[in-house]
């Protein structure tokens, strides 16, 4: 039996709904905000504000993590981060790795000037790039105890709207 193939009307609404995977570059960025699907690749973020923090690594030795504010990744995406307050702060982050490992955050765990820290999303450690198995983007939570929030490998990031009372 051979396969039968679709049409292109077929295709475009199987693509509209996203049963078929779409292929990305391999530094990409999915970032979803309000219904809004933006892909972003390395040279989108080039012109943004960098950061470097220290983490302390198991071996005792800080690991240098260099990369760029999370909130000015989602800012570059479309997403209006200069007044977090009332509804806003229901609303939640979701960072997925392509592994499938998640973690959420509060929206104002973006807000530097609330927690005293900043997301950092990670393309280099040590002065080098990413290797495959951390990259190409880390999410780097300074001041957490353990290092379970921090995601290798991020692929998306979701804007989920506030629960419903």
């Known amino acids: 039996m051979r396969p039968r193939l679709l049409g292109s009307a ?8 996203g049963l078929v995977a779409q292929q990305l570059p391999p530094d990409s960025l999915r970032i979803q905000i309000d219904g ?13 504000p960098r950061a470097s923090v220290a983490i302390p690594g198991h071996e005792g030795t800080d690991r240098q993590f260099t990369g760029i504010p999370l909130r000015a990744v989602l800012e570059r995406a479309g997403l209006d981060t ?5 509804p806003d702060l229901a609303r939640t982050l ?8 998640r ?7 973006l807000d530097s000037a609330t927690t005293g820290r900043a997301l950092l999303l990670a393309f280099a450690e040590n002065g080098e ?13 300074p001041g957490d105890l353990h290092a379970r929030r921090s995601v290798r490998q991020v692929a998306t990031i979701r804007m989920l709207p506030a629960p419903k009372r």
């Open 103 to 109: 973690v959420a955050f509060g929206l104002a765990d």
């Open 36 to 48: 809004r699907d933006t892909v972003l690749v390395s040279s989108d973020l080039a012109s943004l």
């Open 10 to 17: 077929a295709c475009a609404l199987l693509i509209a709904h």
């Open 94 to 101: 979701l960072i997925e790795a392509r592994d499938g490992y």
């Open 82 to 86: 200069a007044e977090v307050h009332g």
């Open 129 to 141: 790039p990413l290797g495959e198995r951390q990259g190409p983007w880390q999410l780097v939570v």
